[in-house]
T-cell receptor, first 111, second 116 residues
Framework: GQNIDQPTEMTATEGAIVQINCTYQ??????LFWYQQHAGEAPTFLSY????GLEEKGRFSSFLSRSKGYSYLLLKELQMKDSASYLC????????????FGAGTQVVVTP | GAVVSQHPSRVICKSGTSVKIECRSL??????MFWYRQFPKQSLMLMAT?????????EQGVEKDKFLINHASLTLSTLTVTSAHPEDSSFYIC????????????FGQGTRLTVV
């Protein structure tokens, strides 16, 4: 199985940058996902990393280091609408498509 | 991206009754669907993996006789919560996998179940 840890809450100012860290332990890593979830809604896919390095997609970037069991999601130029929970999830090599989720990081963007 | 449709979005039922939730893949064939449950301020917990034409695989601690899953076609999986109790009140979400995109990337809209 996997142990996935991420901070519970982070607060940042509109226009700023926030980095959400995620560490994991898994017996057979096969990809890491980041999702955004607004209250009362289903998660929305943000990014997927399976190889080491940085994946950039607009204001959002995600980084992975498999040797360290570490990932981060970087949110730039924060907007009020970015206030949401951000979920880190790991896919196991032996269970294609099956995801283990972290508890989520609640990001609060203030004016 | 792929479209996964879940219905109903909200349902309120009386304790002891059963509720059926549908998960459909609208523009692709889903060989596997996953059912998750999310309690308030908690993360998603996988309940079961549903494969077309075969029995679902349930996670430890999930009662298969209480949460009936049927995956009769490549575009539809259903979750039936039988003899619902207030503690079953939760947000239920499905995810469908196909061969055209990253598995695990797309979720249905979720179903908010309230048992009174």
């Amino acid at each position: 199985g996997q142990n996935i840890d991420q901070p519970t809450e982070m607060t940042a100012t509109e226009g700023a940058i926030v980095q959400i860290n995620c560490t994991y332990q898994t017996s057979g890593f096969n990809g890491l996902f980041w999702y955004q979830q607004h209250a009362g809604e289903a998660p929305t896919f943000l990014s997927y990393n399976v190889l080491d390095g940085l994946e950039e997609k607009g204001r959002f970037s995600s980084f992975l280091s498999r040797s360290k069991g570490y990932s981060y999601l970087l949110l730039k130029e924060l907007q009020m609408k970015d206030s949401a929970s951000y979920l880190c999830a790991v896919r196991d090599r032996d269970s294609w498509g099956k995801l283990q989720f972290g508890a989520g990081t609640q990001v609060v963007v203030t004016p | 991206g792929a479209v996964v449709s879940q219905h109903p979005s909200r349902v309120i039922c009386k304790s002891g009754t059963s509720v059926k939730i549908e998960c459909r893949s609208l523009d692709f064939q889903a060989t596997t669907m996953f059912w998750y449950r999310q309690f308030p301020k908690q993360s998603l917990m996988l309940m079961a993996t549903s494969n077309e034409g075969s029995k679902a695989t349930y996670e430890q601690g999930v009662e298969k006789d209480k949460f009936l899953i049927n995956h009769a076609s490549l575009t539809l999986s259903t979750l039936t919560v039988t003899s619902a109790h207030p503690e079953d009140s939760s947000f239920y979400i499905c995810s469908a996998d196909g061969d055209r995109f990253i598995p695990g990337a797309f979720f249905g809209q979720g179903t908010r179940l309230t048992v009174v």
